[in-house]
């Protein structure tokens, strides 16, 4: 019994601790691992503090893996000051206002990202935003929710 109440103590200690320390977007993406190169970019454009801020925010995030995915020299070009304005619209365009969970989503579905173009939402062979698919869905933040996604999302010129 004494084993069983140290457990439960631990449990609840674990729980109480992991929302006192509740990460938002930018930490939460940092503690993934998996997001260097759009954090990275993040700070090139000047957008980590929003990402920080209030929200909530539904940040749809490339991998390292989408970003190496871009043609030979696309994400060079895009950190590059004079490139600043695009790189903040291709990041936008991974954004909507509000906290968007999986099980909010329907097929066929539009959502207008911060950037002001529209993504589709596909859910027939597995959810698609756009095309790229969906590979962690419903990551929490204090601020908002991460959807991991394969590719990297280009606003229409």
Same mark, same amino acid.
């Given at each position: 019994?004494?084993?069983?109440?140290?457990?439960? !103590?631990? $449990?609840? !200690? %674990?729980?109480?601790?992991? %929302?006192?320390?509740?990460?938002?977007?930018?930490? +939460?993406?940092?503690?993934?691992?998996?997001?260097?190169?759009?954090?990275?970019?993040?700070?090139?454009?000047?957008?980590?503090?929003?990402? #920080?801020?209030? =929200?909530?925010?539904?940040?749809? !995030?490339?991998?390292?893996?989408?970003? !190496?995915?871009?043609? /030979? =020299?696309?994400?060079?070009?895009?950190?590059?000051?004079?490139?600043?304005? #695009?790189?903040?619209? @291709?990041?936008?365009? &991974?954004?909507?206002?509000?906290? *968007?969970?999986? +099980?909010?989503?329907?097929? =066929?579905?539009? $959502?207008?990202?911060?950037?002001?173009?529209?993504?589709?939402?596909?859910? $027939?062979?597995?959810?698609?935003?756009?095309?790229?698919?969906?590979?962690? $869905?419903? @990551? /929490?933040?204090?601020?908002?929710?991460? &959807? *991991?996604?394969?590719?990297?999302?280009?606003?229409?010129?």
């Amino acid at each position: 019994m004494k084993i069983v109440k140290i457990a439960l !103590a631990t $449990a609840v !200690a %674990s729980v109480i601790s992991a %929302s006192a320390f509740a990460a938002n977007i930018v930490d +939460t993406a940092k503690s993934a691992g998996s997001f260097n190169t759009l954090l990275a970019a993040a700070t090139a454009a000047g957008l980590v503090d929003t990402l #920080k801020g209030d =929200g909530p925010l539904t940040v749809f !995030a490339p991998t390292d893996e989408a970003f !190496a995915a871009l043609p /030979a =020299g696309t994400v060079e070009s895009l950190l590059k000051p004079e490139n600043k304005d #695009k790189l903040v619209a @291709v990041l936008t365009y &991974h954004v909507v206002a509000g906290k *968007v969970m999986s +099980t909010d989503l329907s097929d =066929g579905m539009m $959502a207008k990202t911060v950037q002001g173009g529209e993504v589709k939402i596909s859910l $027939a062979s597995g959810p698609m935003i756009n095309d790229a698919k969906v590979v962690g $869905a419903d @990551v /929490a933040a204090d601020n908002g929710v991460i &959807h *991991v996604i394969d590719k990297v999302l280009l606003p229409a010129s």
